[in-house]
C-alpha cells in the first residue's frame, strides 16, 4: 500500500475525495515511470547545466570558488576558514578537467544528483512511495537554495550531500538496517565535518528526535550511535593538526564569525533578521505550510522524525543568532528534511478536494516562482537594458551575480598590463577574493597578492589563506624592488602609494552586458616595493 497520501491515521479516514488530477496522477505513474522520470530529469539537468557552463558571456567564478580553486593548487590538511575537503574535490576535477570554469563547478553538478538521490531514496524508505519521492525531488529543483547550490561550487554542495546521506542512513540503521549502517553515519558525518565544522551539529537533530519520540531513546545507549559519533568527530583531526602548526587561526577565524569571541548586532534584531530571511531562503510558501499543517506532523512518527532532522540544526543556528546574525546559508541543511516534509504534507493535501481548492493556488504560485528564478539566476542579464531604461543599475538587478561577470576581463586586462613589466613582477589585489579570481584567469596564472588586511580604517579587509602561505607574503623582502598591476582603487589612507616609488593609473576596465556597463576597475602600474609592515591589527 502507498502509504504516502494520507499523513496520518485521522486524515486517512476522512470521507472528502482527492483532487481529480492526483487520482489520475496515481493511476499513471507507476514506480518504473517514476524512476525513469527521476533519471530523464537528472540526465536533462547535467546536460543543460553543462551547456550553459560553456557558453561564452555568462557567469565567471564567483570570489568564493576562485579562492577554494586556489586552496587546490596547494593540497593541505586544512585551510585558513575552511576545512580541506571542497579544495580536494575542486582539485581532483581539474587534475582530471584542467583549470577551466566549469572543471571548477562540476563537483556541485555531480553532488546537487547525489543529493537527489539521496533525497529519493529517502522519502522511499521512509514512506514506500516512489511518487512522493520524485515529488520532493523535483520540489526541491524549484527552490532558490538548491537551484543555486547545483551552480556554484562551495562548501554547501557536499555538506549538504553529506548531511542527507547521514540523516537517510540513521533511518536505515533505526529501522532493522543494520549495524554497518551506523557506520556510514559516521563516515558521512566526518566527510561532512571536513566539508564544513558545523556537520556535527547534525547529531543535534538525533537528541531532538530522541525528545519528542521518547521510544527512540534507547538510539542513545546505543553502540552504533556512540560508534558513528566517533567516527564523526575523527573529521577535525586534519583541522586540528593544520591549527596546531598556524596559531589557531581557523579556531580564531571562526570565533569570530559565529560570535564565541564577540558578539555582534543586536541580540533581539538578529534571530528576528534570521527567520525573516530564512523564509525566503526556504520559500514562504513552504514555511506557510509546515506551519499551517503543523498538527498532522506530530501525530505521525515519520513526521516527527523529518521535523526532528532539521529543527535540531536550524535551533542551534538561531541561539547562535542572539550573539552573532548568522550568513543566509548557515541553516540550509536543515531543508533536506523540511523539503521532504513539506513535499508530504503537499501530498495530504492533493488527496483532499477541499484542502486542494484552498492551498492549490499559492503552491502553484510556488513553482511558478522557483522556475522564474532559475530563469534569473541564469539570464538576469536579459533585464539589464530594461533597468538601465528606467534607471536602475544593474547591482540592483541582481547583486550577488554582477559580480560573477567580467571577472575574465579584468583578468586579460591585468595580464596585457603584466606582460610589459620586468619577469618577476606580481599582481596586486584589494581583497582575497579578488587575488584569486586575478590568479584564476590572467594567463599565466602569476603571483597574486592582496593588500586588504594592511590597509587601514573601513577599507582594511580580513586575513585570508595568502597571509599563511610564503609566496604571498607581501612582507617578504624578496618582493621589495619589485613592480606589479593592481587592480582596484586606491586606499585613503594612502597605503598603497607609500609603499612604492612610483604609481601610475593606466586606464579604467569597463564591464557591459547587453550593452549596459555593469562593473568597472582602475589599473594600476606600480613601480618599485618599497615593502610593507605587517597589519597585525587586522581582522580574523
Not at 493535501?349 to 484552498?358: F, K, L, P, Q
Request: glycine share 8%; aromatic share 12%.
Amino acid at each position: 500500500m502507498d502509504d504516502s497520501i494520507v499523513p496520518n491515521k485521522t486524515h486517512e479516514q476522512t470521507s472528502h475525495r482527492p483532487a481529480d488530477w492526483c487520482r489520475s496522477l496515481q493511476q499513471t505513474l507507476t514506480d518504473t515511470r517514476c524512476r525513469w522520470i527521476l533519471i530523464i530529469v537528472l540526465l536533462i539537468g547535467a546536460i543543460t547545466r553543462q551547456v550553459y557552463f560553456r557558453l561564452d558571456g555568462q557567469l565567471d567564478l564567483s570570489g568564493d570558488e576562485a579562492h577554494y580553486w586556489h586552496w587546490s593548487t596547494k593540497p593541505d590538511l586544512s585551510y585558513y576558514s575552511k576545512p580541506p575537503l571542497v579544495a580536494w574535490i575542486i582539485g581532483l576535477s581539474t587534475s582530471v578537467f584542467g583549470d577551466h570554469m566549469w572543471a571548477v563547478r562540476l563537483p556541485a553538478q555531480l553532488l546537487s544528483i547525489l543529493t537527489s538521490l539521496v533525497t529519493y531514496a529517502l522519502t522511499r524508505a521512509i514512506f514506500r512511495s516512489e511518487r512522493l519521492a520524485l515529488g520532493v525531488v523535483l520540489l526541491m529543483h524549484t527552490m532558490p537554495v538548491f537551484i543555486v547550490g547545483s551552480m556554484v561550487m562551495t562548501i554547501d554542495p557536499p555538506f549538504f550531500a553529506c548531511f542527507g546521506i547521514a540523516t537517510w542512513f540513521l533511518w536505515r540503521a533505526v529501522h532493522g538496517g543494520g549495524a554497518w549502517n551506523w557506520l556510514v553515519v559516521g563516515l558521512a558525518v566526518l566527510l561532512g565535518t571536513l566539508a564544513k565544522y558545523a556537520m556535527p551539529l547534525w547529531f543535534f537533530g538525533v537528541i531532538l528526535w530522541t525528545i519528542i519520540e521518547p521510544q527512540r531513546r534507547s538510539i542513545l545507549r546505543s553502540r552504533g550511535f556512540w560508534m558513528s559519533v566517533t567516527v564523526g568527530l575523527l573529521g577535525f583531526v586534519p583541522g586540528v593538526i593544520w591549527n596546531m602548526q598556524n596559531d589557531w587561526v581557523t579556531a580564531r577565524h571562526v570565533g569570530h564569525q559565529t560570535g564565541l569571541t564577540a558578539s555582534a548586532g543586536s541580540w533581539l534584531t538578529n534571530p528576528l533578521l534570521m527567520l525573516a530571511t530564512q523564509v525566503g531562503v526556504f520559500g514562504p510558501v513552504l514555511v506557510g505550510l509546515i506551519i499551517a499543517r503543523r498538527r498532522h506532523i506530530l501525530p505521525d512518527p515519520r513526521g516527527r522524525f523529518l521535523l526532528a532532522a532539521g529543527a535540531g540544526f536550524f535551533l542551534v543556528v538561531l541561539l547562535a543568532s542572539f550573539r552573532s546574525p548568522p550568513q543566509p546559508n548557515w541553516p540550509v541543511p536543515a531543508y533536506f528534511a523540511w523539503t521532504i516534509l513539506a513535499a508530504w504534507l503537499i501530498r495530504g493535501i492533493a488527496i483532499d478536494h477541499s484542502s486542494w481548492r484552498r492551498w492549490r493556488g499559492v503552491l502553484v504560485g510556488h513553482v511558478v516562482v522557483g522556475i522564474l528564478f532559475s530563469a534569473f539566476v541564469h539570464h538576469s542579464q536579459m533585464l539589464y537594458p530594461l533597468a538601465d531604461r528606467i534607471g536602475i543599475k544593474p547591482r540592483s538587478v541582481d547583486a550577488q551575480l554582477v559580480k560573477m561577470r567580467g571577472n575574465a576581463e579584468f583578468g586579460r586586462a591585468v595580464g596585457e598590463a603584466l606582460a610589459e613589466l620586468p619577469e618577476g613582477s606580481f599582481v596586486l589585489a584589494p581583497h582575497y577574493q579578488e587575488a584569486s579570481l586575478l590568479h584564476f584567469y590572467t594567463p599565466g596564472t602569476p603571483v597574486v597578492m592582496t593588500i586588504g588586511p594592511y590597509l587601514l580604517g573601513r577599507e582594511q579587509s580580513r586575513f585570508s589563506q595568502f597571509d599563511h602561505w610564503q609566496e604571498t607574503d607581501l612582507t617578504d623582502p624578496k618582493w621589495i624592488g619589485r613592480d606589479a598591476v593592481y587592480l582596484g582603487s586606491l586606499d585613503a589612507g594612502g597605503v598603497i602609494e607609500s609603499s612604492f616609488q612610483r604609481v601610475d593609473r593606466l586606464k579604467d576596465i569597463i564591464i557591459f552586458r547587453k550593452g549596459v556597463e555593469v562593473r568597472g576597475r582602475r589599473l594600476y602600474l606600480l613601480r618599485g616595493f618599497k615593502g610593507i609592515a605587517r597589519a597585525e591589527a587586522g581582522s580574523y
